[in-house]
């Protein structure tokens, strides 16, 4: 496993893999991203110049590796005003699933990669999270609130059923009574069935599961490393069964790609026992707009200018929003027609008609190495 640190120092650009029509040479199968754009905060970027002259070129190598962060935080604050949060922790950056819409694939560049293949190839891993968090926790400045696994990438990725950073953290909070949510793609958190029961006892959890669609073709496409979303769905099924409160995330809509499937994913997500739902428009800022369009336009040719433009119109006219309260759901005729469509189902699938409150009062602030009595 490389050092972060040693990787930025010698590393001075990125590969933006093109052939001469602009577009990458062949499919990667099993990742989102087809191409790596440069990163925007990179001096030096290389490019192909004349494709034709490259026998065999760096693109077909892609597989995943690992660099350890060491940093002395781990939780982030969050201030935007229309996330419902105070806190999200991150044991990974970068993710491995590979969605090609993800809005994490933009910070993935302050890392000093690529917002495209680099952000689910190179993936940083903090393998000191647990023992920082248990130090934010023994702080007396530390306000009991609930924190988010994970408010950027997957904290249930692929590595983590080697690493097991995530159930080291819920362990954490189970020590210390804080309660954390939990959002994944990945029916490996079914893993910690034990730890989130315990957690539930005292009202300390939730667990929310993100389906784009019901359609298994389309999320090989858009989602190539997730778990299946029978096996999503699963997940809803058996931590309900637990007594564990469970929602769903419809997210994000794709207008002209998975707009239509609303209806069927709180449906089944309702019959397995979630509670709760949500979901959110899909927007492409940043280095998001061409990554997604390049896939758009590889993967579904016939449809990807009206999708394009679908998406546009829900932002006014342009795919990235940055404004707050509009930037989730969208505006205009389709986006309005989808949030009275999403209310329509909540109400006929019973979704979000009690409000789930974590528990603050049982918090027990522990001095480093202080074991439990009780």
Not at 221 to 244: A, F, H, N, V
Request: charged share 25%; proline share 4%.
């Amino acid at each position: 496993m490389l050092s972060l640190r040693k990787l930025i120092t010698h590393s001075i650009s990125y590969l933006y893999f093109m052939n001469s029509e602009g577009t990458p040479n062949t499919y990667i199968k099993g990742r989102g991203a087809q191409l790596n754009p440069a990163n925007r905060f990179a001096v030096e970027a290389y490019a192909i110049e004349h494709p034709e002259a490259i026998d065999d070129w760096e693109k077909n190598k892609t597989e995943t590796s690992y660099y350890q962060e060491n940093g002395k935080t781990i939780l982030n604050k969050i201030t935007s005003p229309d996330i419902p949060l105070s806190y999200s922790l991150n044991p990974y950056q970068g993710c491995e699933h590979g969605c090609v819409y993800c809005y994490a694939r933009n910070s993935h560049e302050y890392w000093g990669f690529s917002a495209g293949l680099d952000f689910e190839s190179k993936i940083v891993i903090k393998k000191r999270a647990p023992e920082l968090l248990r130090e934010m926790f023994s702080s007396k400045k530390w306000q009991c609130v609930p924190i988010s696994l994970s408010g950027n990438t997957d904290c249930y990725q692929p590595i983590e059923r080697k690493l097991g950073i995530t159930r080291k953290l819920l362990e954490v909070c189970l020590e210390y009574r804080n309660p954390v949510g939990i959002i994944t793609k990945n029916a490996l958190v079914l893993r910690d069935a034990d730890i989130l029961q315990e957690l539930y006892k005292h009202n300390l959890v939730s667990v929310y599961t993100s389906i784009t669609s019901m359609d298994e073709d389309l999320r090989r496409k858009l989602e190539p490393r997730t778990s299946k979303y029978e096996d999503r769905i699963k997940i809803i099924e058996q931590l309900s069964k637990l007594g564990i409160h469970c929602g769903v995330m419809n997210a994000p809509i794709i207008p002209g790609l998975n707009d239509t499937h609303m209806f069927e994913v709180l449906r089944r997500a309702s019959l397995a026992g979630a509670q709760s739902a949500g979901y959110t428009m899909v927007r492409l800022n940043g280095a998001i707009g061409p990554i997604f369009k390049d896939w758009l336009s590889l993967t579904f040719p016939d449809r990807a200018q009206k999708v394009w433009n679908m998406i546009a119109d829900t932002h006014g006219g342009n795919v990235n929003d940055s404004r707050f309260e509009t930037r989730m759901k969208g505006e205009g005729n389709l986006a309005e027609m989808i949030e009275q469509q999403f209310k329509l189902y909540c109400r006929q699938f019973h979704l979000n008609e009690n409000t789930f409150t974590y528990n603050t009062d049982e918090f027990i602030r522990l001095k480093p190495g202080q074991l439990r009595l009780f």
